[in-house]
């Protein structure tokens, strides 16, 4: 559908702005030994804390890894960390006026 089109370029381009890449992850597309394991963790308890976990573990063996969590407590950068580090908010900042942009100039 056009609206996950839009939510996997915004999430694209996201990952790039954090030097991610996703090349690969696109549903339907075959992986390869570069393509990046996505876990989605859903529940109703619990989530935050088991994604944290999982995270810090994949960090500790070497693995680069992004993390989204909502929602943020203090600053909303808290919401994305990659490497076990937030982004930085200049970062941040750039990712989202791009994501509006896209937002605002793509078909209803």
């Known amino acids: ?11 694209s381009c996201l ?10 992850a696109r549903p339907g597309c ?12 859903a529940g109703t308890k619990g989530k935050g804390s088991v994604s944290t976990m999982l995270a ?10 992004g993390l989204y969590t909502s929602p943020h407590l203090v600053s909303v950068t ?14 941040f900042s750039r990712a989202l006026w791009y994501a509006m942009c896209s937002v605002s100039m793509s078909p209803s």
């Open 56 to 65: 810090a573990r994949l960090n500790k063996a070497g693995h680069k890894v």
């Open 78 to 91: 808290e919401r994305i960390v990659v490497g076990g580090v937030p982004v930085p908010p200049q970062t």
């Open 15 to 24: 990952a790039d702005e954090l030097g991610l890449t996703l090349e690969g």
């Open 30 to 41: 075959t992986p390869t030994p570069d393509t990046p394991l996505i876990a989605h963790i």
């Open 1 to 11: 559908s056009a609206s996950a089109q839009v939510s996997f370029d915004l999430t």
